[in-house]
């Protein structure tokens, strides 16, 4: 079906039996372009063809009776295919389980209006790595359909428990596909629920979904599940592009990666942390795996997913009043994460409504706007003030870490000590003796 195409064009298209994913060879006089036809807007102008070239960049073809156009091969699944890696040979095949949940990686453009929009399955992300299909025996999920924005605590409750089962049944590393938006959310929540990992987990998304310009898609996949099988470690990482070439991706700790940017491939990073590895497409290089655990298929995992939904993060900022720390008070929330000014400050006039919220028996810590760098409530009045209502510093975790770490302290622990105490306390690399 020629999405997108009309008139003159479609005709043309049609005369020579060409399809949306076929390619094909155009020549303009002098010059020959060939790559596959993809579908276009349909309130672009219509008098143009689209093709993706083998560089993954889109170019558009104005269409005129001279151009020269000859169809080379038909559309087959067998098309969508990676640089072949390296590998040693493996007698049995490998289990990994791919799970779907949504984001940019699994939709498309609709051609009509614009948008992105889910789409995508799993089974589309799997055909871009058929090659690995006589090593990897892989079991795919689709278990939500979601832009990550609208990810719950109950979500993360349902993936990790869909994780926790798939490691019992056997499997040798998890990918999943995610939204970027909330991915580093995600990333912390299961760092956290999952623990004592035999093998490792990988989140994946896409800046740019598979059929847009320059998709970064394929090489996050390619990488990501490269690394699912072949790091030395357990843990839950985050494996995206690091620059804006398709030269190499990252991977980062689940707890220490933050989305920095809203539409660069290299849009991810590392806060207060080095990445654990850079992979290229037969290598990993190991960058900082300090306190990482090795793969062990013996090691049995262990499963915290409970998350206190009644949560807020609060950001300081001039002239704030104290109305929404009474408000929170009365609607029954059970913590607040502070995002403070540099070292953890708040203004003078919402500490005694600090005060009342941690008397009325709410958790209250304290992280900093600045990302990098360690809360220290020591130094300034207002810091020790603040320390002596009973506010517990964050260390050097950023603040969507740490909310998520509050949500997951209050969701397992019996009561209030309990979770002050799960905090404080480094689970899975979040929070570091020294700060780089």
């Not at 005060?355 to 760098?373: D, F, P, R, T, W």
Request: aromatic letters at 10%.
């Amino acid at each position: 079906m020629l999405e997108g195409y009309s008139g003159k064009v479609r005709e043309t298209l049609e005369k020579f039996n060409i399809d949306i994913g076929d390619l094909i060879l155009i020549k303009d006089n002098n010059i020959t372009y060939e790559g596959l036809l993809m579908p276009r807007y349909e309130i672009f102008d219509p008098n143009y063809i689209t093709i993706k070239l083998s560089n993954g960049y889109n170019v558009g073809i104005r269409y005129k009776p001279s151009l020269e156009i000859k169809l080379i091969n038909k559309y087959s699944k067998s098309e969508a295919t990676f640089v072949k890696v390296e590998q040693e040979e493996i007698k049995n095949k490998i289990k990994i389980s791919f799970i779907g949940t949504g984001g940019t990686i699994l939709s498309k453009i609709d051609y009509k209006t614009g948008a992105v929009k889910p789409s995508f399955n799993v089974e589309d992300l799997i055909k871009l790595v058929e090659e690995y299909r006589e090593d990897l025996k892989i079991n795919m999920i689709e278990l939500f359909k979601i832009f990550s924005e609208d990810m719950t605590v109950h979500h993360w409750e349902q993936l990790s428990e869909t994780i926790y089962n798939e490691f019992k049944n056997g499997s040798q590393g998890i990918i999943v596909a995610h939204g970027t938006d909330t991915l580093g959310y995600t990333a912390a929540a299961l760092s956290f629920s999952l623990q004592n990992l035999s093998h490792p987990i990988v989140l994946v998304g896409a800046q740019r979904s598979l059929d847009r310009p320059s998709s970064d898609a394929a090489l996050n996949l390619k990488h990501s599940l490269f690394f699912s099988y072949k790091s030395k470690y357990s843990g839950v990482y985050v494996v995206m592009h690091s620059t804006i070439s398709d030269n190499y991706c990252h991977a980062y700790r689940g707890t220490r990666v933050r989305k920095m940017h809203t539409s660069a491939r290299d849009a991810f990073k590392s806060i207060n942390a080095y990445p654990v590895a850079k992979i290229f497409d037969n290598e990993i290089i190991y960058i900082d795996t300090e306190g990482l655990l090795e793969r062990d298929p013996n090691r049995v995992i262990q499963i915290y997913n409970k998350f206190e939904e009644k949560v807020f993060p609060l950001k300081v900022f001039p002239s704030m009043n104290d109305e929404i720390i009474y408000f929170l008070i009365e609607r029954g929330y059970k913590g607040i994460l502070i995002e403070g000014t540099g070292l953890g400050h708040v203004p003078f006039k919402i500490i005694e409504a600090i005060k009342y919220a941690i008397e009325k028996g709410l958790l209250v810590a304290m992280s900093s706007q600045c990302l990098y760098g360690r809360v220290n409530m020591h130094v300034y009045e207002k810091g020790r003030l603040l320390l002596k209502a009973g506010v517990i510093g964050a260390e050097d975790m950023f603040p969507e870490t740490a909310l998520v770490k509050m949500m997951w302290s209050l969701g397992n622990a019996k009561d209030l000590e309990s979770a002050k105490e799960l905090f404080l306390k480094n689970i899975a690399g979040e929070i570091s003796q020294r700060t780089i």
